[in-house]
């Protein structure tokens, strides 16, 4: 049976890799009761903080649009509607 | 840790609770199948995030609090014979049985222990020819595939001195029981991230249509959990049902094809009684047959009588969504992780042991 040495932060322990032929040296697997249930995918990781850049910068252009759009006298008062 | 610290980034949750909240215009119910998420959900504070539209509820995904009282009874009976080695995953040791718990037969002598793989149940079998070893085979899909390969390898090795005690159960259809109950009020699932590392999501599909709910396979950091939340309101507001996957690191559409082959060559799909729930048809796991020979109910006949639930406890409730843990009148009270009534208060995946643990009941 394929093993192979796993680190935990620090913890080392020996793990089954046999239903992860494809792992090799350097790669992030995903282990559950002593065994690589998956080699973690690095570039759908990353698919999470793109997609909270460009929400983060959808809203920044919409509070542009928002400021310019709404002339100071017809502002809710304070306490009114949520957004 | 990589792939762990940026999931529980503050800043990336809060932006995407922001989102949550822009999207929620109704009442909506989602369930998280796993215990593992609860836990997250609990201890993060994920619930003050949200805006009051949107509900959790938790769901049945923690195979401890699932594992019905006769088969812990047959445990403790099994542990208790003279000359076997009993080996389980810490969290069940504490699960009361309907006379005793693992834990009180070990302190009675029984030797019982704690095992972190089942091959290393495995390991102890071939290191005692002359003991009995027998293996806790409590799980869902996740943890089929390392039991399969311990009776694969047990079978492989002729290493006749080991069996499991098997109570494996299967998600899909406990999400079919919970939808097609009259008293259903869930609208969305969160499923259970690596029951699809293995399994895939294909199998959701089909649910997915029939009930027109949208399942969303879901992670277990606080992001992923906030993520999914966001695409399952996504889908609830724009009226869609379907399946999505949020957790793309760790599961694709057909799953782990070679953990799936081992678990079908060893296991075949049966019947299974769930603890709080009842009989679910086709939602558990049993051996098959060139591999029965290791199944510990066949070796070590022990009485299965009927035996009664703790009248107090409401973990069938809780199990279904239809009650949180704090509701329980026993709960921090009469039934504590100490002394517990039942499962859930125990179980490192249940949800009252998580309302307990992170301090809920106290607010």
Not at chain 1, 44 to 63: S, T, V
Not at chain 2, 103 to 130: C, H, M, Q, W
Not at chain 2, 196 to 211: H, I, L, Q
Request: with cysteine; glycine share 8%.
């Amino acid at each position: 049976m394929r093993r192979g040495k796993v680190d935990f932060a620090g913890v080392q322990k020996e793990i089954c890799l046999a239903y992860t032929p494809e792992a090799k040296l350097g790669d992030y697997v995903i282990v559950h009761v002593g065994f690589a249930l998956n080699v973690v995918d690095e570039i759908e990781a990353h698919k999470i903080f793109e997609a909270l850049r460009e929400l983060g910068e959808l809203e920044e252009a919409q509070d542009g649009t928002d400021d310019r759009a709404v002339p100071p006298a017809s502002l809710d008062p304070p306490g009114g509607t949520d957004d | 840790m990589k792939f762990i610290d940026e999931y529980r980034d503050p800043l990336a949750a809060r932006k995407l609770a922001q989102a949550i909240r822009r999207t929620a215009t109704r009442p909506w119910t989602i369930m998280e199948v796993c215990g593992g998420q609860t836990h997250t959900i609990v201890k993060s504070g994920l619930q003050d995030l949200l805006p009051p539209e949107v509900t959790l509820v938790h769901g049945p995904g923690c195979p401890v609090c699932v594992t019905p009282l006769d088969l812990i009874d047959s445990a403790v009976a099994i542990a208790s014979r003279p000359g076997v080695i009993f080996c389980s995953f810490g969290d069940m040791l504490r699960v009361p049985g309907s006379s005793k718990s693992l834990f009180e037969a070990k302190a009675g002598g029984a030797d019982v222990r704690i095992v972190y793989s089942p091959l290393d149940a495995v390991t102890l079998a071939r290191a005692n020819p002359g003991r009995q070893v027998v293996f806790f085979a409590v799980g869902f899909e996740t943890t089929a595939p390392a039991n399969a390969m311990a009776v694969w390898q047990a079978a492989r090795e002729g290493i006749e001195n080991f069996s499991v005690l098997v109570a494996h159960v299967l998600v899909p259809p406990a999400i079919e029981a919970i939808l097609g109950a009259p008293d259903c009020r869930v609208h969305a699932f969160l499923a259970a991230g690596h029951v699809c590392t293995v399994m895939g999501f294909a199998e959701y599909e089909p649910v997915a249509r029939r009930y027109r709910v949208p399942i969303v396979v879901t992670g277990f950091e606080p992001v992923d959990l906030l993520e999914g939340i966001h695409m399952a309101l996504l889908q609830l507001e724009s009226g869609r049902a379907e399946v999505e996957n949020q957790y793309s690191r760790a599961v694709r559409r057909e799953g782990n094809r070679p953990a799936q082959q081992r678990i079908v060559e060893v296991f075949e799909v049966g019947p299974r009684t769930w603890r709080g729930i009842g009989e679910i048809p086709a939602s558990g796991l049993r051996l098959r047959e060139p591999y029965r020979r290791f199944d510990a109910l066949a070796r070590f006949p022990v009485a299965q009588g009927q035996v009664e639930e703790s009248g107090e406890c409401l973990a069938g409730l809780v199990l279904r969504g239809l009650k949180k843990p704090q509701e329980c009148p026993a709960f921090a009270v009469r039934c504590t992780p100490e002394r517990p009534l039942g499962a859930p208060m125990v179980s490192s995946e249940g949800a009252c042991a998580a309302y307990y643990l992170y301090g809920r009941h106290r607010q």
